[in-house]
């Protein structure tokens, strides 16, 4: 099976405290620790499990600047065959429609069997996935969490849906799928997997190469646009204890009594 | 009625979900004084068009034995066969509205935006809509050209419900249009959750454990705080992940639905699947190490701590104190 996975760079919003930049254009970048997308490592892991069992090969795309590639790199340590990097300048400022042309572009140089996508990114758009797949006119299914291959036509996959209960269905290949996390066990990438791979030569694509109009990606064809970012004013918002911390444990103590916390 | 605007209505077990109404809203917001109409699927669905059609124009019907289970791979088409040129469509930004939505707008050739949580107005063919970013941190305004039409994701909880009733509310039956459906995704089954060893919807008081925590060989001090509070212990889905407690104590949209007075989040950061599972208005108390973490924005008290230096405190202060 061949399988593509689409993977993004993202500031972790577990490591960092994300705070809005000078006249809320950006977010500040400076001193942001990065990683990959959290749902788009479930998906590598997942592409690796598979071919593991059937066979095949996993190559690992990104659409972003240079940097990027350190994200494509850590996935192939992981075990991708191929890492691919789809970088322009043209490309700055996609919507989300723009980012999956971008990637339908490149899923259309090569024969691909099934593409992967995290469920979400770090906007929590959770749209890159469904439109891909209804750009290459592949059927889609989200919040994946089981998949089982049943011959080379299809998939037996699991949806997770709300309260936790899992959608079964038939799908067929190829397809677009987008994985939710807890689908398995991503496994650990150490310094020596990195190394392993530190040389591998990462194909980069550009407009040019996925014969991609500047007028369709990038700002010109976005209609979607962040004018800025801001910090939401919601209520008053929590009271704040502050002080050493025996003495917030000792108000905590009290709060919680008061409250009927300590039965 | 407005020949343009509609909104996608999901039911469970013959009743309109509780998004319809926060739709309809979402939909007066963007198009002040509108009255939209509904799209109701399903088999059986009579009911369903009956209940919600006071706060319609029309409320269009598709009754298909097919389409008995909603599979976004069916509807997708249904939709674009359907609904007229230059549409906007609103529907949750829920497992289901993220199924169907990202590949129906590129089907009808119209813009997308997602998970909407609010709405300043609507100038010429801008839609300005807010959103949020890295897990509620931040916050960002967008604007999005619908000269061509629209689907909007919104999300669930972040507009009040409108008052049901205003409408004339037709009922039109359009489930010829369903018929001879096809789709390359089938459904086969549904599994429910599994019940756990705990039932966490009973609770009163509830110790919730994020990933700030940090390592499965932390979790004993949440656990000793819970048995001095003598509470029940919960968690956020990274933890289910990582298989460090069992599904059945994760509170969010993909986990339970709690409803205590007391809800104590520890290093957790606030997402809307995680807060969406907290009900009732609790006394909710977060300690997180991040001050600009968005469950601040919805704690009643907040504290900017480690948990790894407050919880032991913390819990010999309470054993103290009885
Ligand atoms: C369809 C869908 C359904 C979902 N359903 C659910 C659901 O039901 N329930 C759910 O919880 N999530 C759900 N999620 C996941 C959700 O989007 C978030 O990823 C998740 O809630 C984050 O969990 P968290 O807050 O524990 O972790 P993080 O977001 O990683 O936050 C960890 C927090 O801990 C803080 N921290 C770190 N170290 C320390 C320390 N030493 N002391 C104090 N604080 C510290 C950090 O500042 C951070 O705020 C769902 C996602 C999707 C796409
Ligand atoms: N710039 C990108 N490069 C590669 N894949 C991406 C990119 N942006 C989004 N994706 C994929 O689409 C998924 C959903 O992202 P989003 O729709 O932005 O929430 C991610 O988990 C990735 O798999």
Redesign the interface.
């Known amino acids: 099976m061949e399988i593509l996975v689409c993977v993004k760079r993202v500031p972790d919003s577990a490591e960092n405290e994300i705070s809005v930049g000078p006249g809320g254009a950006d977010i500040r970048r400076e001193d942001l620790v990065y990683s990959v997308n959290e749902w788009d490592n479930y998906a590598v892991e997942e592409a690796i499990q598979i071919v593991e069992r059937v066979g095949g090969n996993v190559t690992v795309v990104s659409v972003g600047d240079t940097e990027a590639e350190e994200i494509v790199r850590r996935e192939m340590a992981m075990g991708a065959n191929q890492g691919l990097l789809a970088t322009d300048a043209a490309f700055t400022g996609s919507d989300g429609l723009g980012i999956a042309t971008i990637l339908e572009a490149v899923a259309r140089k090569t024969k691909y069997d099934l593409i992967l996508t995290g469920a979400q990114a770090d906007d929590g758009a959770a749209q890159v996935g469904g439109m891909l797949g209804a750009l290459l006119d592949w059927p889609y299914a989200s919040l994946v969490n089981l998949i089982k291959v049943e011959g080379d036509k299809a998939l037996r996959i699991g949806r997770e849906i709300e309260g936790g209960s899992q959608e079964i269905s038939d799908i067929e290949l190829p397809c677009v799928l987008s994985i939710q996390t807890g689908i398995n066990e991503p496994r650990y990438v150490g310094i020596r997997g990195i190394r392993k791979v530190a040389s591998v030569e990462i194909p980069v694509l550009d407009g040019g190469a996925l014969g991609l109009p500047p007028e369709t990606v990038g700002a010109a064809g976005a209609r979607v646009r962040r004018v800025d970012y801001f910090v939401p004013q919601t209520g008053a918002g929590a009271e704040m204890l502050t002080g050493s911390t025996e003495e917030v444990a000792g108000k905590l103590v009290d709060l919680l009594k008061a409250k009927g916390g300590i039965k | 009625m407005d020949a343009k605007i509609f909104v996608f209505i999901t039911h469970t077990d013959g009743k309109a979900d509780d998004s319809a109404l926060e739709l309809v809203t979402a939909a007066r917001s963007l198009f002040p004084g509108c009255t939209p109409n509904a799209l109701v699927a399903g088999s059986g669905v009579g009911p369903v068009c009956q209940e919600v059609a006071a706060s319609f124009g029309e409320v269009w019907k598709f009754d298909q034995a097919a389409l008995a289970y909603p ?3 069916l509807l ?1 088409p249904l939709l674009v066969k359907v609904l007229p040129a230059g549409a906007t469509l609103l529907l949750a ?4 509205g ?10 009808l050739g119209v ?5 909407v949580v609010g709405v300043d107005g609507l100038e010429g063919t801008t839609l300005k809509a807010v ?5 509620g ?10 000269a061509r039409g629209a689907v909007i994701t919104v999300r669930p909880g972040a507009f009040k419900p409108a008052e049901a009733g205003a409408a004339a509310g037709q009922v039109v039956d359009r489930s010829e249009d369903a018929t001879g459906l096809a ?11 599994e019940a756990g060893d705990i039932d966490i919807t009973r609770e ?2 509830l110790v919730s454990v994020g ?2 925590i940090g390592d499965k060989e932390n979790i004993p001090l949440v656990e000793e705080l819970v048995e ?4 029940a212990l919960s968690c956020s ?2 933890i ?4 460090w407690l069992d ?1 059945a104590r ?1 509170v969010g ?5 709690v409803k205590p ?2 809800y ?1 989040a520890l290093g957790i ?1 606030g997402s809307f699947q995680h807060v969406g599972g907290i009900k009732g208005n609790p ?1 909710l ?2 300690i997180n190490k ?3 973490a968005a469950i ?10 480690d948990l790894l ?2 919880l032991p ?2 819990t010999e ?2 054993l103290k ?2």
């Open positions: 599979n976004a791979e997708r930004h829920n497992t289901f993220l199924d169907l939505g990202p590949g129906l707008s590129v089907k813009t997308y935006v997602p998970d959103r949020q970013e890295y897990a941190q931040v916050s960002a305004h967008v604007h999005c050209d619908i789709a390359r995704r089938t459904f086969v089954e549904l599994i429910q959750a009163d008081v990933r700030g001095a509070m003598g509470a889905r990274p289910v992940d990582a298989k599904k994760q949209t993909s986990g339970k639905t007075r007391v104590l950061s006394f108390l977060a991040n001050p600009k601040f924005q919805v704690a009643t008290i907040g504290v900017v701590a230096e407050l405190v913390l202060k309470i104190s009885r």
